[in-house]
């Protein structure tokens, strides 16, 4: 009788770990998603889709479906950052919650895009 009490306390802990372990996983991909997204985007920093194409390579389904991740190259303190956002999952992968998750990843320059912004410092001839 005491063990029929005690399931459902059991279920409840079980159902929370679980949350648990989709926001951790949820988390990982937004931060391997941006990672790809920045190493992208040094290369093809005019080049949004290939961009979000890279960021999509690195993250499993149903994370990478176009309603649960965005990605954005962002400008600020005079540096680039790929940003890469996920809508974590309530209960079951595939599902959207009220949450966000990003990651972030700084631009390293290697090819200067056609705005201007974020060119590699240059050498002035004397």
Known sequence: MEFAAVVPFLLMALA?????????LTSMYASHGASEAARQAAVTPDDMERIDEEARKRV??????????TTEIV???????????????VFLPGTEGPW???GEAKVVTEVAPRGGHGLPDEEVDP
């Open 100 to 102: 966000d998750i990003s």
């Open 60 to 69: 499993l389904s149903p994370w990478d479906s176009p309603e649960v991740l």
């Open 75 to 89: 400008e600020r303190d005079g540096g680039r950052y790929a940003r890469v956002t996920v809508a974590v999952p």
């Open 16 to 24: 929370l770990i679980w949350q648990v372990l989709l926001i951790g």
